[in-house]
């Protein structure tokens, strides 16, 4: 099993460009999760899906960013325009759940490093 | 204030010390995950618990609901134990502990 892939694994933008991260679960899961990791503020939870659906987008800090997942092996994190206070290392995990999707063990793909210049 | 308080912030032990991880909540919560972060950045979960106490290999967790209260505990260290500890507890929504550095010395 491949674990759950995220890419790229490192961007560099300017300031009001469009970034698109993308993460494909592993086979099987239904429960998909988008982190958002700084120093300043640790980790947090942005947006989580269960069955292709949004669940609870509550972390998602502005309209500037906005989550799709268009099918059961793919998700995007889209921030557009950037800013540099977007700069940070955004996860993406995902699971097997029946409906309580915080109950069961995330994996967690290897980030995504963003720096946004 | 913060929901999850984790303590200590830093720890250094001797290879082979036993280590506990203390988390502390103020909400009520469905669930509790432990999370190890390597040094390369990558996570990996550890263990969920709602209840009780959870044993895998070398790494023992507990949690007392009551007095709102989590340990996780490593018997045996090993220098490839070294990482950072993280407690995450749901209720309604999910709050992270700012993790514990451990490092193992040989």
């Known amino acids: 099993d491949a674990g759950v892939i995220q890419s790229p694994r490192h961007e560099v933008t300017e300031m009001g460009q469009e970034v698109t991260l993308r993460c494909k679960p592993i086979?099987?899961?239904?429960?998909l999760f988008w982190y958002r990791q700084t120093m300043m503020r640790g980790l947090e939870l942005l947006i989580y899906?269960?069955?292709?659906?949004?669940?609870?987008d509550s972390g998602m800090p502005e309209d500037r960013f906005s989550a799709k997942m268009p099918n059961a092996s793919f998700s995007t994190l889209k921030i557009q325009p950037s800013e540099p206070r977007d700069s940070a290392v955004y996860f993406c995990a995902s699971t097997t759940t029946s409906g309580r999707a915080f109950y069961n063990e995330q994996f967690f793909g290897p980030g995504t490093r963003l720096t946004v210049l | 204030k913060n929901e999850v308080e984790q303590s200590p912030q830093n720890l250094t032990a001797q290879e082979g010390e036993f280590i506990t991880i203390n988390c502390s909540y103020s909400?009520?919560?469905?669930?509790l995950h432990w999370l190890q972060q390597h040094p390369g950045g990558g996570i990996v979960s550890l263990f969920m618990?709602?209840?009780g106490k959870k044993k895998h290999g070398r790494l023992i967790a507990t949690i007392n609901i009551q007095e709102k209260h989590s340990s996780l505990h490593i018997t045996a260290s090993h220098p490839r134990d070294s990482a950072v500890y993280i407690c995450a507890v749901y209720s309604n929504q999910f709050y992270f502990g700012t993790g514990t550095s451990l490092t193992v010395i040989p």
């Open positions: 909400v009520g919560i469905s669930a």
């Open positions: 086979s099987g899961h239904n429960s």
């Open positions: 899906f269960n069955n292709n659906v949004p669940i609870d």
């Open positions: 618990l709602s209840s």
